[in-house]
T-cell receptor, first 114, second 111 residues
Framework: GQQLNQSPQSMFIQEGEDVSMNCTSS?????WLWYKQEPGEGPVLLIA?????ELTSNGRLTAQFGITRKDSFLNISASIPSDVGIYFC??????????????FGQGTILTVHP | DAGVIQSPRHEVTEMGQEVTLRCKPI?????LFWYRQTMMRGLELLIY????????DSGMPEDRFSAKMPNASFSTLKIQPSEPRDSAVYFC?????????FGPGTRLTVL
């Protein structure tokens, strides 16, 4: 089946540090998305990537669509306590008609110590 | 703009009872997805619709689960009869093309 591996599973960092997480796929994607989920809420879309090599920023967040179309990373600079949550990558496989169906990574649990 | 609306936010029921979860997608979105999230299994896609038509229900655990989308602005996920192992958070998401937008979820507890 289709596989999407996200790492690390969890991170414990000090406020002010930079964070990096990534996802790799066994198949080619045509879309990569990054979501953040806070306790008691649904995942919220942070960044969407549509082209291989694309680098997109949203405030302190930067994400890139890997050139091979099989990976993506998310960086958070100068972390703050409100960055705490679970970060998910998600991708849409190239080819076929999927009507927006996504495959999700297992999530990265981020804890930021003040 | 109103996002995806789900109701109820919390549901506690007893084993054997019927449970109905409701979702109103974002207006204009033509795809709707139902997910289940647990600590053990993460986020699982149960079923999704495009233009109100079920496209893929291979993620539905068993016949006790059913989903309908009678029109573009409403969908239900029904569990009958419910079992304790159905306890989870159920999310509805809608999508115009590639990006999915999630509702706040329904936390279901089956005693």
């Amino acid at each position: 089946g289709q596989q999407l591996n996200q790492s690390p599973q969890s991170m414990f960092i000090q406020e002010g540090e930079d964070v990096s997480m990534n996802c790799t796929s066994s198949s080619i994607f045509n879309t990569w998305l990054w979501y953040k989920q806070e306790p008691g809420e649904g995942p919220v879309l942070l960044i969407a990537l549509y082209k291989a090599g694309e680098l997109t920023s949203n405030g302190r967040l930067t994400a890139q669509f890997g050139i091979t179309r099989k990976d993506s990373f998310l960086n958070i600079s100068a972390s703050i306590p409100s960055d705490v949550g679970i970060y998910f990558c998600a991708g849409q496989y190239a080819g076929g008609t999927s009507y927006g169906k996504l495959t999700f990574g297992q999530g990265t649990i981020l804890t930021v110590h003040p | 703009d109103a996002g995806v609306i789900q109701s109820p936010r919390h549901e506690v029921t007893e084993m054997g009872q019927e449970v109905t979860l409701r979702c109103k997608p974002i207006s204009g979105h033509n795809s709707l997805f139902w997910y289940r999230q647990t600590m053990m299994r993460g986020l699982e896609l149960l079923i999704y619709f495009n233009n109100n038509v079920p496209i893929d229900d291979s993620g539905m655990p068993e016949d006790r689960f059913s989903a309908k989308m009678p029109n573009a602005s409403f969908s239900t996920l029904k569990i009958q009869p419910s079992e304790p192992r159905d306890s989870a958070v159920y999310f509805c998401a809608s999508s115009p093309t590639n990006e999915q937008f999630f509702g706040p979820g329904t936390r279901l507890t089956v005693l």
